[in-house]
């Protein structure tokens, strides 16, 4: 156990639906981070909050909407998705700024767009 | 844009043999972390290393860091099955602004090892 958990473990969706995923970490932490990872390439960083505040958007689709209501929660909204979204993501947390970083990973939710 | 890179992708070793991944980075950081990722599960923290020179052993897994070749290396030793995972190097680079931090991840290193 972490202490980042993640709800769903799994999702499937269609094309038109709209989904929330959850993230919640106990650790104390200021920064969230949402990741997506696909068979075939790295691990890919969406988006970065510290302190509620999004400090990263790595040119991520309008389709994925975060939410970031305290440091605490975070919440990948998503909505008409395409087939190529179908991959596992992942939410972790870490001290942030000034920290050394290391960031505490959820067990992701497996996600599956038809 | 910060590249990370592992080699090898994949390895599959017997029980018993020595091996290293190798970690090469293409941007100035002294911060580099090890994670392991077991099928279906999250990822997990092995080590840190925070300077040039640093070396973290943990049971038979020992990572180190040179930051002028910019260059870590996770050797396992005497290898058992219980080590078979997938194993990323990462690295802590300034994100867009210099004042945030963020974490670039290689591909992974799938590890099998064989009775």
């Known amino acids: 156990e972490t202490g980042v958990t993640q709800t769903p473990r799994h999702l499937v969706m269609g094309m038109t639906n709209k989904k929330s995923l959850k993230c919640e970490q106990h650790?104390?932490?200021?920064?969230m981070y949402w990741y997506k990872q696909s068979a075939k390439k790295p691990l890919e960083l969406m988006f970065v909050y510290n302190f509620k505040e999004q400090t990263e958007n790595n040119s991520v689709p309008s389709r994925f909407s975060p939410e970031c209501p305290n440091s605490s929660h975070l919440f990948l909204h998503l909505h008409t998705l395409q087939p190529e979204d179908s991959a596992l993501y992942l939410c972790?947390?870490?001290?942030?700024?000034?920290?050394?970083?290391?960031?505490?990973f959820g067990a992701g939710t497996r996600l599956s767009v038809l | 844009e910060l590249k990370v890179e592992q080699n090898p992708l994949f390895l599959s070793m017997q029980e018993g043999k020595n091996y290293t991944i190798y970690c090469n980075y293409s941007?100035?950081?002294?911060?580099l972390y090890w994670y392991r990722q077991d099928p279906g599960k999250s990822l997990e923290s092995l080590f840190v290393?925070?300077?040039?020179?640093a070396v973290k052993q943990e049971g038979r897994l020992m990572a180190s860091l040179d930051t002028k070749a910019r260059l870590s290396t996770l050797h396992i030793t005497a290898a058992v099955h219980d080590l078979s995972a997938t194993y990323f190097c990462?690295?802590?680079?300034?994100?867009?602004?210099?004042?945030?931090?963020?974490?670039?991840f290689g591909k992974g290193t799938l590890l099998t090892v064989n009775p």
């Open positions: 650790l104390g932490h200021n920064a």
């Open positions: 290393l925070l300077s040039n020179g």
């Open positions: 990462a690295v802590d680079w300034p994100g867009s602004g210099g004042s945030n931090y963020k974490l670039t």
């Open positions: 972790a947390s870490s001290q942030g700024r000034g920290g050394r970083n290391i960031q505490y």
């Open positions: 941007t100035t950081s002294d911060r």
